[in-house]
């Protein structure tokens, strides 16, 4: 089953405990990205990765960090975790988008983490 | 910058009516895709119903169906025969050709009353 999927699913930490969200997708997908989700504001989008080894801010990337040694993987690093960064993540991915071709610019979401710090 | 704009937070329907959600964006790309999103209880975000922008004939997927007015920059969707599982947040999302991410609008919440 085509999946991207995330852990942990829900987690309670306190400020400035580093942590890591993981994200794997089995659809051999090139691009991957992760978003957050808070009340009144939609999805913004933290980082994004177009392929391996390939990573580059979002719109809200203040407080953390992301790598991509693997095509399958995108972990969301978070140094030192603050209150304002209590959320609800979302891990996506897509093939790289090509013209013409709209199933490739579908962009698959994780079940989602949510995060609270305290 | 591209914005999705969401202008009823709230919707209501009677189950088995029609039901339409309402989103309107700006770009000045001429080649996009739009989404129409849905987000029940459990959080999870699934893909409801996709228009390619260089296609003029609305999408449709069963119940779901768009109304895409691209000179006016609208996206509607509309929900037939409404069911109970059919409540939840639908969020309209904007991707620009190549484009690295979806812009979403606010969210309308949909309630299905009995």
């Known amino acids: 089953e085509a999946q991207v999927t995330q852990n942990p699913r829900y987690l309670i930490t306190v400020t400035g405990k580093k942590l890591t969200v993981t994200c794997s997708q089995n659809m051999n997908h090139e691009y991957m990205s992760w978003y957050r989700q808070d009340p009144g504001l939609g999805l913004r989008q933290i980082y994004y990765?177009?392929?391996?080894?390939?990573?580059d801010k979002g719109d809200v990337p203040e407080g953390y960090k992301v790598s991509r040694k693997e095509k399958r993987n995108f972990p969301l690093i978070l140094e030192s975790p603050s209150p304002n960064q209590t959320s609800l993540y979302f891990c996506a991915s897509s093939p790289t988008p090509l013209p013409g071709q709209g199933s490739g610019n579908t962009i698959y979401f994780g079940e989602g983490s949510w995060l609270t710090v305290v | 910058a591209q914005t999705v704009t969401q202008s009823q937070p709230e919707m209501s329907v009677q189950e088995a009516e029609t039901v339409t959600l309402s989103c309107t964006y700006d770009?000045?790309?001429?080649?996009?895709?739009l989404f129409w999103y849905k987000q029940p209880p459990s959080r999870q975000m699934i893909l409801v119903i996709r228009?390619?922008?260089?296609?003029?004939q609305n999408a449709t997927e069963n119940r779901f169906s768009v109304n895409f007015q691209k000179a006016a920059k609208s996206f509607s969707l509309k929900i037939s025969d409404s069911q109970l599982g059919d409540a939840a947040m639908y969020f309209c999302a904007y991707r620009g050709q190549g484009a690295q991410k979806l812009v979403f609008g606010q969210g309308t919440r949909l309630t299905i009353n009995p």
């Open positions: 228009q390619e922008a260089y296609k003029q």
């Open positions: 990765s177009m392929n391996v080894e390939v990573t």
């Open positions: 770009t000045s790309e001429s080649d996009y895709y």
